[in-house]
């Protein structure tokens, strides 16, 4: 399980933020994965690494700062077969160490869903961060090809964009209280705001979308941040893009001590190199 909040604003000035991103990673806790860096073979990337044997090199939420991100969340029952399956972070790696745009890897990816699924059931969100655009694909069987999302508040869970659940309709509205009327100025108290968020164990329920999709479990997985005893939220992450492309990535980690680790970079988007 994990969820996803977008703030979109395409006429963004330098007083305003073009694009803010709140996500919850959820995993195992014993699945092996590095925190937030620079890659060593794209230094112009940024984003945790999964270190699962034969997924290495997989992410889960990446960024360049040629002007690119993606954020991929798994899809909660849908028809898959039992065939091996490529890692899934390897669609955000390899988008965004390529040249290619998201029209053109989208519809490349879509066309190989339609020929055979070569991944798990996925939600692909990719994101251009100089114009705010904001695409998603999922490679369900319904899936009639990439979609372009163009509201203001966007919020995805395991369940797709087309069939969210109660915490996601409800966590868009409490994200949107948060980021409504914000002072670029005050960054550090957005980014306290949004962690909370992200830390909110409030269950959001009866949820029959939730129930129907994972009935043994969908209580305690009805909260933005999931708290099991093998398996929940592992990581926070924060994208904040202002008017004048600089780039704030916050990335607060739980470590295998079980204390949280956090990282702030600071960057600037490369927009001459933007495709």
């Known amino acids: 399980m994990c969820i996803l909040f977008i703030y979109r604003n395409p006429d963004a000035d330098v007083r305003s933020y073009r694009l803010i991103i709140a996500s919850n990673r959820d995993e195992t806790y014993k699945r092996p994965a590095s925190s937030a860096h620079y890659w060593d073979k794209y230094p112009e990337c940024l984003g945790g690494i999964d270190m ?96 372009i999302c163009n509201n203001d508040i966007i919020g995805i869970g395991n369940s797709g964009l087309n069939h969210p659940y109660k915490k996601v309709e409800i966590g868009k509205e409490e994200f949107k209280n948060i980021i409504q009327d914000i002072d670029i100025s005050k960054q550090d108290d957005l980014i306290e705001k949004l962690i909370c968020f992200l830390k909110s164990k409030k269950k959001y329920l009866p949820d029959a979308e939730l129930q129907k999709r994972r009935p043994a479990i969908y209580k305690e997985l009805s909260s933005i941040f999931v708290s099991g005893k093998e398996y929940g939220t592992r990581t926070h992450s924060l994208l904040l893009i202002d008017g004048s492309n600089h780039i704030t990535f916050v990335e607060e980690t739980l470590m295998p001590d079980f204390t949280w680790k956090r990282q702030q970079f600071q960057d600037e988007i490369l927009c001459d190199n933007m495709h």
Do not use: M
């Not at 029952?77 to 040249?99: Q, V, Y």
């Not at 869903?113 to 251009?128: A, E, F, H, M, T």
């Not at 904001?134 to 009639?144: D, G, M, R």
């Open 52 to 147: 699962e044997p034969g997924k290495e090199g997989g992410t889960w939420l990446g960024i360049s700062v040629k002007g690119k991100a993606g954020i991929i969340l798994n899809l909660i029952n849908e028809d898959a077969t039992d065939s091996p399956k490529k890692g899934r972070g390897f669609l955000i790696t390899n988008f965004i160490t390529s040249n290619d745009s998201i029209d053109s890897y989208l519809n490349k990816l879509h066309e190989e869903n339609i020929n055979g699924q070569s991944y798990n059931p996925y939600c692909l969100v990719l994101l251009n961060l100089i114009n705010a655009n904001v695409h998603y694909l999922s490679n369900c069987t319904k899936s009639t090809g990439p979609i």
